[in-house]
């Protein structure tokens, strides 16, 4: 079946790097996307890959992908306050142009 | 530069009531989705619409319906409230031709009492 699953919760010291963990089960999946919410607010796109690259890097964040293992993860470089929100991954089917979004990491910065 | 609208932004119904939530976008996209969104829980496609003229169902379709009205809006109904439906709802468009990320609304925070 369709599925996206992330832990509900990681907490971190500010200053060190956050890793957020996603897997998908759809091996024919084309774009993977990791979104943020802060509380109240919209979703917010912080970066996406696609299915033929393993890593991309955009400043502080880094995303790793391992399609064989369906594993999806996103780091955060040097943890900041302002990084703190519910982060979503999200895949395509390309068979049917859904997106599917997993439940959401809460991530927390802790002094 | 508005990207993709959504309105109301706030809506309270009683049990029973009908309403039909708006989306428009402005970015040409062919693709267009409504979630919703549940406090500790993820976003949970509702429909669905991958061009004009079509539209899918999602993974939580019961007690909704939609209309794409033209390749810009795709609106979203709600025939009967019920308080099962309380929730924040978030519309996106997407172009598959260019398979960029989806662009959303800032959703609109529905209750039903």
């Known amino acids: 079946g369709e599925d996206v699953e992330q832990s509900l919760f990681l907490s971190v010291r500010e200053g060190d790097s956050s890793v957020i963990n996603c897997t998908y089960t759809?091996?024919?999946?084309?774009?993977l996307y990791w979104y943020k919410q802060e509380p109240g607010a919209g979703l917010q796109l912080l970066t996406y890959?696609?299915?033929?690259?393993d890593m991309k890097q955009d400043q502080r964040l880094t995303v790793l992908l391992n399609k064989k293992d369906k594993h999806l993860s996103l780091r955060i470089a040097d943890t900041q306050t302002g990084d703190s929100a519910i982060y979503f991954c999200?895949?395509?089917?390309?068979?049917?142009?859904?997106?599917?979004f997993g439940s959401g990491t809460r991530l927390s910065i802790r002094p | 530069n508005a990207g993709v609208t959504q309105t109301p932004k706030f809506q309270v119904l009683k049990t029973g009531q009908s309403m039909t939530l708006q989306c428009a976008q402005d970015m040409n996209h062919n693709s267009m989705y409504w979630y919703r969104q549940d406090p500790g829980m993820g976003l949970r496609l509702i429909y669905y619409s991958a061009s004009e003229g079509t539209t899918d169902k999602g993974e939580v379709p019961n007690g909704y319906n939609v209309s794409r009205l033209n390749k810009r809006e795709f609106s979203l109904r709600l025939e009967s409230a019920a308080p099962s439906q309380t929730s924040v709802y978030f519309c996106?468009?997407?172009?598959?031709?260019?398979?960029?990320?989806?662009?959303f609304g800032d959703g609109t925070r529905l209750s039903i009492l």
């Open positions: 759809d091996s024919s999946s084309t774009y």
């Open positions: 890959i696609f299915s033929n690259m």
């Open positions: 996106a468009s997407l172009d598959r031709a260019t398979n960029q990320p989806q662009h």
């Open positions: 999200a895949e395509m089917y390309s068979s049917a142009s859904k997106i599917i």
